[in-house]
Each structure stands twice: as C-alpha cells, then as structure tokens.
Nanobody
Framework: QVQLVESGGGLVQPGGSLRLSCTAS????????MAWYRQAPGNKRDLVAT???????NYADSVKGRFTISRDNAKNTVYLQMNSLKPDDTAVYTC?????????WGQGTQVTVSS
C-alpha cells in the first residue's frame, strides 16, 4: 500500500504561481506512475498531468505550457508547478499513484485563484 499526502495549496491571484507537493509513504514510490487530478465544485474530477516511472509526462490541454509535473524519487515526492494561474484553475487538486490494478489517492488540497 502507499499513502499520499498533498500540500502547497492556497489562495493566489490570477497570473500567480503555486507548487503542489505529494509525498508518499508505505511502499516503493519509484515503482508507481503518478498523476494529479482536480475537481471544481459541480464538476467531475479531471486528469491534469501524469508522470510515469520513467519520467515521461503528459498534460491536459487546458494546462499545457503553464503546469509542470515532476518527481523526486529520493524524496518520495511528486510536484505540480503551476504558473500563470487562472480563475478556472480553482479546484481541489488530488494526487494519485497507480501501478497496474493498484491505485492510491491523497486527501486533496484546495487551490483558489482569485483577486
């Protein structure tokens, strides 16, 4: 099993930046592909970005060029660097670890983009 804890959310003005962190414990972090999802009120949960065990990344069209996902296996942590934030980026951001049929979720962290 793997346990995930997110941090780094908060209130930021449009155009600002935030970096989210998700730290894993309880298993071999480097064996898991990682992803960030987000869910705004009244909306379904959407995939934001993924990073594989090998470091390959993929992004939703809405965040390409603004967000960067990365991982530090020595620290058991995956990051989401978010730049040029927009009000539409407001959501609860949740970290996900997956390997075959195994999936684990964090508790989520709130990101609010508002002036």
């Amino acid at each position: 099993q793997v346990q995930l804890v997110e941090s780094g959310g908060g209130l930021v003005q449009p155009g600002g930046s935030l970096r989210l962190s998700c730290t894993a414990s309880g298993s071999i972090f480097s064996s898991f592909h990682m992803a960030w999802y987000r869910q705004a009120p009244g909306n379904k949960r959407d995939l934001v970005a993924t990073i594989t065990v090998g470091g390959n990344t993929n992004y939703a069209d809405s965040v390409k060029g603004r967000f960067t996902i990365s991982r530090d296996n020595a620290k058991n942590t995956v990051y989401l660097q978010m730049n040029s934030l927009k009000p539409d980026d407001t959501a609860v951001y949740t970290c996900n670890a997956y390997m075959g049929p195994i999936r684990a979720w964090g508790q989520g962290t709130q990101v609010t983009v508002s002036s």
